[in-house]
């Protein structure tokens, strides 16, 4: 019988922990994830993947978990005596990270620091392989258009502060230990599965909601903003890809092309059977609806940032050279892909309050 | 009325010649240390000036104390000089590095923005956040590759200031500094470690001095010289990040060999080479162009590597003379 690999993901129950659970459970492994602790249910991302542990085959399983406290994660990682971590838990909003700053700090610096300090101290440096969520926010205020692997940080955030200690202290634990550890720089990527207060998935369910009369208006910050987005399913690909090397190396992982915030919000409109025009500038710019003669986009200057990063473009052909890699889903099949969904739940909602059920949803 | 400074971390070697510096120059110093009470300001009293800072225990991670400090000294120029020292024990105690470290300064700029009242914000920065420079002098513009869990943290409080500095428009700054020296620091720093040593081997008390890897290059500099450049960062009308250093590297074998001539003797028939004195990585060069702080500050080190050798030599003499020797 061969042993089954064991992997440990931080952060399952966020988008990338549920794809990349689902990649992993498909490749056989053993799947160990980490969850907080919250007064209500917060693993509705991987429900499906949910396994009885009376079932003796049971190869996923959750475990309440906190990157902010380093002898829950020495316990697990001794439990479990993973192969492979995974650590994609983070505070991961960059607004919010202006409002928690030292929270940041603590759950996206120190707590990566914690799990590379777990694998030493139980001596697993030679056995336990660490993948490490970097990001673009890294690049803040580029200083190269496109953005690889070689080029200079600038962060802008207390949040691309807080990943840039991880990212150097993962570089510092691979060459002081010899530990098997890596980044992967991800540029943006999205999915159904996006939190509902990041920018792509508030446009699409805003504009579903818009679309079926739920809502009237969607107030957006900067819609000039260019990123590079690409779908969070092509790019878990990748993350598992760089722990079966040779040698850890760090990667940019991104599609290559970048388009503007008011352009996702145009690809949105179209899936979801709107034609929008713009009119006005600055922050009086406003999206108007053509055939209702209605504002359905507006600009809130509450939205901006102290700090804003105007363009991300990475650059991943060190991904394609050395690890064949490349994403598959353009971003307009992407936000084709989140506005249904979108519009499957806004066509839920809408059929339940016509049947006089009284539903107050989450507001931002 | 006196200008108010507050300094954090004042119990150490820049915070002791900061504290001098600016009681000199007409301040009302008030300096502050984990634990104001069972801290002997040991480096305060060397330099007589024990009596007149106000001190206070202060925690950077704790933000009342953090408020407490600041409304107490009513500082308009914060210096934060606290917070973990040693490069080789941030792989002993990562996380209390950067708790320290990082912590620190976002606990600092939290407070400062609270407070809402102009204050002037110098951080102390390290020439370890551009790790290995190899035959290029690092200025201003040089990239970061820290090579440490002190050289990370220190990093990423770096970007923090700049951060806060680019965010809310406070006046902060960062001085990259390369490795200061002076007599007041602890035999922990390779430099007093090896001057002590050639010390106490002239005065026959030991034989032997072991040293890890002596072919690492840096730019030492004088401290009491480097605590005016933090002064001078301060009183700009913008504020910036500096890089302060000599200008001149020489190795740590060169280090050693001045420092035993010093007492008459040669180091090659002293010193040992101890693999467990080896960091799990190292710097090998430690290369600064300090020209920015010449153009922008008038700054110039008064002295290199050799007069911070013939300084901290002439004063572990004196300590030896009056018994007051520590290995």
Redesign the interface.
């Given at each position: 019988m061969t042993v089954l690999k064991k992997a440990l993901i931080t952060g399952v129950t966020g988008q990338d922990g549920s794809y990349l659970a689902e990649l992993l459970l498909e490749k056989g492994y053993e799947v160990h994830g980490l969850k907080r602790r919250a007064s209500s249910f917060n693993t509705e991302r991987v429900d499906h993947l949910y396994q009885d542990p009376h079932n003796p085959h049971q190869r996923f399983h959750l475990h309440y978990g906190d990157l902010t406290d380093s002898g829950n994660l020495i316990r697990l990682v001794q439990e479990i005596q993973p192969d492979e971590i995974y650590n994609l838990g983070a505070m991961s909003h960059v607004a919010v990270s202006f409002e928690q700053p030292e929270y940041a700090a603590d759950a996206d610096g120190i707590g990566t620091l914690r799990l590379l300090e777990a694998i030493r101290i139980l001596g697993l440096s030679k056995k336990t392989r660490f993948y490490q969520a970097s990001t673009s926010e890294l690049y803040g205020l580029v200083q190269e258009i496109p953005q690889k692997e070689t080029t200079p940080f600038y962060p802008r955030s207390p949040y691309a502060v807080a990943k840039l200690y991880a990212y150097w202290i993962t570089v510092n634990y691979r060459e002081a230990y010899g530990i098997y550890a890596c980044n992967g720089i991800l540029f943006n990527h999205e999915s159904p599965r996006r939190g509902e207060t990041f920018v792509t998935r508030k446009i699409t369910r805003g504009i579903a909601r818009i679309k079926e009369g739920l809502d009237d208006c969607l107030y957006l910050g900067n819609i000039d903003s260019l990123r590079d987005w690409g779908h969070s399913r092509d790019y878990v690909q990748m993350q598992w890809l760089m722990l079966q090397q040779d040698k850890p190396q760090d990667f940019v992982i991104a599609t290559g092309r970048q388009i503007k915030v008011r352009a996702f919000v145009e690809l949105t409109c179209k899936y979801a059977g709107i034609d929008i025009r713009w009119e006005g500038s600055g922050v009086d710019e406003k999206g108007v609806d053509t055939a209702t003669g209605k504002v359905i986009v507006a600009v809130d200057p509450r939205y901006f940032r102290p700090t804003e990063v105007e363009t991300l473009l990475g650059d991943p052909s060190k991904a394609k050279r050395e690890l064949g890699w490349t994403p598959t889903t353009t971003v307009e099949e992407l936000a084709k892909e989140m506005v249904e969904n979108d519009l499957d739940n806004a066509r839920r909602e809408k059929l339940q309050r016509e049947h006089g059920f009284k539903i107050v949803g989450a507001h931002e | 009325m006196s200008r108010k400074a507050l300094i954090c971390g004042v119990s150490g070697q820049d915070g002791a010649y900061l504290a001098k510096a600016l009681l000199d120059k007409g301040y009302e110093v008030t300096g502050t240390s984990r634990d104001a009470m069972a801290s002997s300001f040991a480096s305060l009293e060397k330099l007589g000036i024990r009596s007149a800072v106000r001190t206070l225990s202060m925690a950077t991670n704790d933000f009342r104390s953090v408020l407490n400090a600041l409304e107490t000294s009513q500082a308009t120029e914060v210096y934060n000089l606290a917070g973990q020292t040693s490069v080789g024990l941030s792989?002993e105690q990562?996380?209390e590095t950067?708790?320290s470290i990082?912590?620190g300064v976002?606990?600092l700029l939290?407070a400062i923005r609270f407070t809402k009242r102009s204050i002037k914000f110098y951080n102390a920065g390290s020439s370890e956040c551009f790790g290995d420079t190899g035959g290029t002098p690092a200025d201003e513009n040089a990239?970061?590759q820290?090579?440490?869990?002190y050289?990370?943290?220190k990093?990423?409080s770096h970007?923090?200031v700049r951060?806060y500095r680019?965010?809310?428009g406070l006046f902060a700054c960062t001085g990259v500094l390369f490795n200061h020296e002076s007599p007041l620091r602890p035999s922990r720093f390779v430099t007093q470690k090896i001057i002590r040593a050639a010390a106490s081997i002239a005065a026959g008390q030991s034989e032997f001095l072991h040293l890890g890897n002596c072919e690492i290059q840096r730019d030492w500099g004088w401290a009491p010289d480097y605590v005016e450049a933090m002064w001078m960062m301060l009183q700009q009308s913008e504020p910036e990040d500096i890089v302060i250093a000599t200008g001149r590297t020489v190795s740590l074998e060169y280090f050693v060999e001045q420092s035993f001539r010093f007492f008459g003797l040669d180091s090659k028939q002293h010193v040992k080479t101890d693999p467990s004195l080896l960091?799990?990585?190292e710097i090998m060069v430690g290369r600064a162009d300090p020209r920015r702080a010449f153009e922008k500050l008038g700054w110039k080190a008064s002295t290199d590597v050799d007069g911070v050798i013939a300084r901290m030599c002439e004063s572990a003499k004196e300590s030896l003379a009056k018994g007051a020797l520590r290995p």
């Open positions: - | 792989f990562p996380v950067m708790d990082m912590g976002l606990s939290e990239i970061f820290p090579r440490s869990p050289a990370v943290a990093a990423s970007w923090l951060n680019e965010s809310y960091r799990p990585s």
